[in-house]
């Protein structure tokens, strides 16, 4: 377990929620016991922010197509773009509508789906999802692959329901994929086909009342390998590595917390989250509506495993609560943030 | 027109490309996209109670932002004095508050902003040694240096009583001894040489203050008409073992200052042994003159006391060029000597100097009882196997 190291209330209080300043991260940065990077990152020059990526769902826009039919778009453009991963560390991704991790995009059990992928990068992409879908929609090398400047739409229905992830399919795979092609792809459950848990699939059904108490959160196991030696420099939740340390994210006491974990780190076969001093349920891969793991405060993910992690902080006091990759290297390395519970 | 004029010709012709070059810019093309190239060497490491400051020195097509700095893989909070960009060839000190572990490794890691990654090791983290160990130091590098030349000194009366076979035969072994030297030298002074920042040439800056201190010594040696004989030769001797012991002394001082301190007493005993030979190489030369005692403590002083300065320098982590110049140097001057006392041996006994060859055998077999300088440096793996 890592220490907190002398954080104290007094910072806290400076912390007016979820986005603070950049005066508050340096005031933070005495206090983590020199494990820190140094400098603070330009999110708007990035053009996205950790903590925005932590909610921004994209529900794309349901159209109409000329049958009739009712179906969900969205619109992705592969751009090359040289972000800055740390304070001062620029890195030359490759992005999905420039920013890593991708859109989160979001839809309901059974909807038809239609993503236009636009090519605006240097190299041939594809966007391969990973759900249930034909092969010629694939998104693979000669099915669906993008040549610069082109584009392709692919079209399928949204199932299973769960926790996905989509990414760049071409080769060589490492590459395209470490380079920032990846995102998360949630398929919420429609309460009327699970009647037998239907409480439960509400519970996850973005919109619905029983989903109004939860918090949701997005996170993305990633790191960057900036030398080319097939090992990851840094180790983040949504690229930017300590982004939750110094500014936690906040948490409502009273509300349920729900995160969508994605594991998308290349070069390491294993990432994982450890969450202090509180237990959680784990749905594997999102695909049920009972936990897979019941009361863990640790779950491991393979490359492209994921899950749905729910948790309480109702019966804690307010205060910071660390969470981290339990690979201590990753922490060290990037991988870890606080809950600021209120 | 003088035929000297033309001598203006590739100035301006070489003024021409260099400004074709750097103004019309026509090679941009091949670095549009290439990313700047970079290189940082971490010169020197101090280790203060809590504290880590490096000496780094940069090279680069671009100024070389050091952006993140990782102690045994963990990024660090740290400063850097000068802040800001290095432009080529500059140096900064880097400061990390870290609770470094005695005794131990610790795996450095300095990331530029296009995030190129620079490993340093600190093969066994010891504190850098300040004014209190002053006298340890001294001690060491009385023991080191002039103790042994010294001892090798006190055999001069019986070495003037040898009939002439045994006294060639001394001569020859001080000439195998300094052909010894003077490959240990330029090897130490080479590997040293390749730790120095590649535009620095770290190995050329060797072979070149080699050369020049062989041309200066003998030129100085010669100023007279002939070359140095006797009392004479002998102090040639001893400045030319005293430089290389300034750089052995230096590279004894850091292997202390990092982590070798272990291996203390076994360095030391080895040294002495071998260095004994060097006092006896000195006194060879001189059965023919009456030096007065003040000539003995002056031999051994520039033998040994280069010693004592650079246990010491070596102990506050010098650049690693000074050590490769002092190796250079070093090496230059034993240079001298072999020319010197060959000379000499060749016009005195002819072929008999081939026995020479004897004396550099018997300096190697005693060389492998200080076998721990380089490997030393090389980790700390080495160390444990000596130490247990």
Redesign the interface.
Known sequence: MLGLGGLTRASLAQSPGAVATAADAASYAHDIGGNQLVGIVDHERNGFDPHAVLTDFDFGEVVADQDGRRVREWTIRAIDKEIEIAPGVFFAAWTYNGRVPGPTLRCVEGEALRIRFFNDGSHPHTIHFHGIHPARMDGVPGVGEVNPGEEFVYEFAAKPFGCHLYHCHSVPLKRHIHKGLYGTFIVDPDPERHPEAREAAASRRFGTPEHAEWQELIMVMNGFDTNFDDENEFYAVNSIPFAYFGQPIRIERARPVRVYLVNVTEFDPVNSLHVHANFFDYYDHGTTLSPTLRTVDTVMQCQAQRGIIEFSFADHEPGLYMFHAHQTEFAELGWMGHFEVV | MPRSAWLLLPVITVAGIVAFVLIGRPLDDFAASAPPTEEIVVEQVRLEPGMIRLTVRVDGSDPV?I????VD??????EQNPAGPLSRLASAVISI??HWIEGETHHLLL???????FEHTIEVAQATPTGSSFGLLLLVGILLGIAPVAAGLLAYPAIRDMRPAGLRFLLALTLGLLGFLFIDTIGEGLEIGGEVLGRLNGDVLVWVAAGVTLMTLLLAGRRSGKPPEGIRLAFFIALGIGLHNLGEGLVVGASLATGAAALATFLMVGFVLHNVTEGIGIATPMTKARPGWQVFVALAALAGLPAVVGVWGGSQAVSPQFVALSFGIGAGAILQVIVELGGFMVRQSGAAALTSLSGASIMYSTASLRPTIRRARAGRIECRKWIG
């Not at chain 2, 893989?73 to 740290?78: D, E, I, V």
């Open positions: 932002r952006a993140q700095v990782q893989g963990a990024y660090r909070q740290f508050p870290y990331l530029t902003s296009s995030g190129a990654a």
